[in-house]
């Protein structure tokens, strides 16, 4: 709905703020619904219901169910990309820089079991969330790693299915309860060994303690805390 | 239904082997649907549809639609073990019965992408086809390998992890063409890397012909064929 031009500027701050705090609310309630029910069963009635706004309003924001699954999956991007800088500018070593990356993603369920199914149910389905998760894994890590000898692939095609179908397998074994949360240096070693990494340096790299590490505090952070995220405390 | 106890035997024979077929149209339908639809869609009515018989003759077979999918479940296990069998008769080396029965598990889509979808979408959710496939490459080939010191690891914990959720995530970036089929040697390689197996070895072993391998042709084939269930042809 186009804003009228005669509003007086607070009273558009105001309009303005309250859009995007609706917006905020319907995404976060269409990531509950998905979480909960599985994408297919998540319709607009639902998700409205759920941030407590008529249908109606819904369409001010979103005009399909499908633009809508795509805001998520751009917000998970989003944040992804953001915890990704952050590693980059507090570690060097590629092997250790995708270790950290595998362990605050499993160790994220323990503050937020919400963003745990939701990944653990649209991580590899959701094509943007795969795709672009992947590009910014493949671009920023495992192309360096090579570059820098620290990883040995005989093509990296299958890598993004061992990086996050063993990530994504092992966030739902911690989520049902069949794995504890410490499973997650495992995993960051076994992938680390999967990458060619020696198995010396594989277990040494998965369990150094993960350094402090900065979110950058932009606009994009505020948007973002709707949805939960916290870094684990300690490593803050 | 109890059967009369009247019946002459010769219709009593004709009565088990129609009811057999009926159940097993049932199951057949009960995964296509499954598979297409998602788990969550697939009701008592469309799979009874999808089998073209009456909602009240699906009851005569099954009670509840938990105990429909329990069954599909345990035909796929079913056909895991009779797989995992002959590759064991065919192989002695752990490192390659795992590397086999991967590829094989990914080649198989070439023939029955139904087959493909179902384990793309249920391989790691339904409960009795993930916990009995883990604890059958558990108990045959990883306890093994590890007395055998075929492999090295930090603990089994994270294993079924690194095994499946690789497997079928590949399966998935295959069945929707992110992936070649050529792929399926690649995440073998990269597991056998995750079992610890020196890079030269699992490259070697990954890629190393698969040989011809017998399914015991026992009732259980023949009550498995409406599945398609089909190995590469020259591997037969």
Excluded: C
């Amino acid at each position: 709905m186009a804003e009228p031009a005669h509003r007086p500027v607070s009273t558009r701050g105001r309009y303005l703020r309250k859009r995007k705090r609706t917006r905020e609310r319907l995404l976060h309630a269409a990531k509950q619904v998905m979480a909960e029910t599985g994408a297919e069963a998540a319709t607009i009635a639902e998700i409205a219901a759920a941030a407590e706004v008529s249908p109606g309003t819904f369409y001010n924001y979103f005009q399909t169910r499908e633009e809508i699954l795509d805001a998520v999956a751009a917000s998970f991007v989003e944040e992804f990309r953001r915890v990704m800088d952050a590693i980059q500018r507090a570690v060097d070593d590629p092997a250790e820089r995708i270790a950290i990356a595998i362990r605050l993603f499993l160790e994220r369920v323990r503050d937020d079991r919400l963003w745990g199914w939701f990944m653990a149910r649209y991580a590899s389905s959701l094509p943007i969330l795969r795709d672009q998760t992947r590009e910014i894994i493949r671009e920023r890590i495992i192309a360096d790693g090579l570059r820098r000898r620290r990883f040995r692939l005989p093509s990296t095609r299958a890598i993004g299915d061992l990086i996050a179908g063993t990530s994504v397998t092992a966030l739902r074994s911690i989520l049902e309860g069949r794995a504890p949360l410490e499973i997650a240096t495992e995993v960051a070693e076994l992938v680390l060994r999967g990458l060619g990494v020696p198995l010396g340096d594989a277990h040494r790299i998965a369990n150094r303690p993960i350094p402090p590490l900065l979110l950058s505090t932009t606009q994009d952070q505020t948007r973002l805390r709707p949805t939960g995220y916290r870094l684990p405390e300690k490593t803050l």
